[in-house]
């Protein structure tokens, strides 16, 4: 026996199927031409009871290529079978294997207009029946986008949005289109955000909360949506959801605080749309921010962490924020993740005070804050991520702070673990990042006792081997951080200089046509520098840079050859006064 179920909800009288029957149903269905809609309607129902009754064997049986344009025929010329048709083709389209013959017999576009109905029952089946067909079928999908469905969609959800079954079907087609970009782009000239919010809203299950969420959040790769979702309010409904469920530990709700939080920080990754966010430091979520960082939920603290480094993108916010005192939030979230923390909110965090720092206006307040000596007790994180972060927030925290930087170029612990990260070979931006930072105290400090410092634990030899980096910016810093260690205390370093073999270095340099000018100009700056020792004055003899300083002097870049004349003349004028006669 099958119940069968005529209207949402609404049960008819009990009907028994003589399962041999459903050949004959098929077979009447063929000849719809010549039956009535009355009879078309029986032998609907009579395919829909035998696929209750046995879904496996009956599908089996409608692998008959010729049922399924005899099924879109109904739709288009028998509109009162639309109903009973749709609801047909959506059982069938359960199955995987009828899902060709189905889109071979043109049913998804024959389904699209039965969309503007506004009969419940049919834009029911409708939907099921072309979610299940064009399911994983981006070509379909696409098709159903330029077809209009997506106007469709939104207005079902605008004008049903009681109706379980119906938000239940929208909101899974709405799952299946959202990662396509033509339909995020039909989607934006919606108010598609502003139903869906109210879905969020009106949510009361794990499983319709994250489905809402995860269209939201393919949405939010488009900035236009990004907009649009926190101008209806998105945000804070998802901050209500992280109310809700944040002193849980059960997997459920955990995963919903999870898709939230995830959420939000996408909204934030568009500029306007995190502007928005802000409203200069009175936004909700900015408001949430200090709760957040205090927590005990590490889910929270990375959501609190990478909402403070987003708005940081933006150097009025920063001074906004470090004004509102988000900097010690920051670094008492740190400490709490020195030993066993949670990589991800350390690396977040730093992130955060990294962006902070950027504004010249802030450096001075969060040095006197305690930034630099505070975040120095992640020195001994054994996290590659970590480390990289620290190192880069470090080197823009000294950047034009002199005392700043001959403070910390003299801490030995600093000094030495920046030295041994510099022979990271397991991690290449751990070892760009502690070169660079070396370079950067000797260029913001220009201290003789940062030179002894940097010497003393061995790290000139790093700074040599950064001049023949692959990025040129890196070069570049090492060059004059070399030339100024070089001008303020040579007689300390030359003899790692020598060690390293700094001037044939910096000769191949000067001879390789794909070094850039503005190397070639530094490499010879710093070249000057060493003449004032005689052991260095001698290897750049001996290596004939001469020769090659005279080539520079037709160089087709002004500067280069500016200070390759400049350059010949010291090499000269310290030659005559030695009394050494070069070649």
Request: glycine share 6%.
């Amino acid at each position: 026996m099958v119940i069968f179920v005529n209207k949402i909800g609404n049960a008819v009288a009990p009907i028994y199927l003589d399962f041999k029957s459903l050949n004959q149903h098929l077979e009447c269905l063929k000849l719809f031409g010549h039956e009535t809609e009355g009879q078309i309607l029986e032998s609907l129902n009579g395919i829909l009871l035998a696929l209750a009754e046995n879904k496996q064997r009956s599908s089996s049986l409608l692998t008959d290529p010729g049922i399924f344009p005899t099924l879109a025929q109904i739709l288009k010329v028998h509109p009162s079978c639309a109903v009973k048709a749709a609801q047909v083709i959506a059982e069938i389209a359960k199955n995987e294997e009828t899902k060709k013959p189905c889109i071979d017999a043109g049913l998804v576009l024959a389904l699209v207009p039965l969309l503007e109905s506004t009969d419940q029952e049919m834009l029911l089946h409708a939907g099921r029946a072309i979610g299940r067909i064009c399911y994983e079928n981006s070509h379909l999908q696409e098709q159903l986008v330029e077809a209009g469905v997506i106007t469709s969609l939104v207005r079902i959800l605008t004008d049903y949005p009681d109706s379980e079954p119906l938000v239940r079907v929208n909101l899974l087609a709405l799952c299946n289109l959202a990662n396509l970009e033509i339909a995020k782009e039909a989607l934006s000239k919606t108010k598609v955000a502003e139903h869906l919010v109210k879905q969020l809203r009106r949510a009361e299950n794990h499983q319709r909360i994250e489905t809402i969420i995860e269209v939201l959040q393919m949405l939010a790769e488009n900035d236009a949506l990004k907009v649009q979702m926190v101008e209806a309010g998105v945000h804070e409904a998802l901050s209500e959801i992280l109310l809700r469920f944040q002193g849980s530990s059960q997997a459920e709700d955990m995963g919903s605080v999870k898709a939230a939080s995830n959420l939000i920080v996408s909204l934030l990754l568009g500029d306007e749309s995190m502007q928005k966010m802000f409203a200069n430091g009175c936004g909700i979520i900015y408001q949430k921010v200090g709760t957040w960082l205090a927590s005990n939920h590490p889910q929270l603290q990375l959501t609190g962490a990478l909402a403070v480094a987003n708005f940081a993108r933006n150097d009025g916010n920063c001074v906004r924020m470090v004004q509102l005192g988000v900097v010690l939030q920051l670094l008492d979230l740190l400490e709490q993740h020195v030993d066993n923390g949670d990589v991800s909110v350390q690396h977040a965090a730093l992130s955060a005070l990294r962006n902070l720092a950027i504004p010249v206006a802030n450096k001075v307040q969060m040095l006197e804050e305690g930034v630099a000596e505070r975040i120095q007790m992640l020195l001994r994180s054994e996290m590659a991520p970590v480390q990289f972060k620290l190192l880069g927030t470090l080197r823009m925290l000294i950047d034009g702070q002199a005392d700043t930087a001959e403070m910390l170029g003299q801490d030995p612990l600093l000094i030495n673990r920046l030295v041994q990260w510099c022979d990271a070979q397991e991690h290449a931006g751990v070892r760009g990042e502690a070169n660079r930072l070396l370079a950067s105290l000797l260029r913001h400090s220009r201290s003789q006792e940062v030179v002894k410092a940097i010497q003393q634990a061995q790290g000139v030899k790093h700074l040599v081997s950064m001049t023949t980096s692959e990025h040129v910016i890196m070069q570049n810093e090492a060059l004059i951080a070399l030339a100024i260690a070089s001008a303020i205390n040579l007689e300390v370093i030359k003899d790692s200089l020598k060690e390293s073999r700094l001037v044939q270095s910096l000769h191949k340099l000067l001879q390789d046509e794909c070094t850039g000018p503005e190397v070639k100009y530094n490499s010879m700056g710093l070249l000057c520098s060493l003449l004032n020792s005689g052991d260095l004055k001698q290897e750049v003899e001996e290596d004939n840079i001469k020769e090659t300083l005279e080539k520079l002097c037709s160089h087709s870049n002004a500067n280069v050859v500016k200070q390759a004349v400049m350059t010949l003349q010291i090499l000269r004028d310290e030659s005559q006064n030695t009394g050494f006669v070069s070649p």
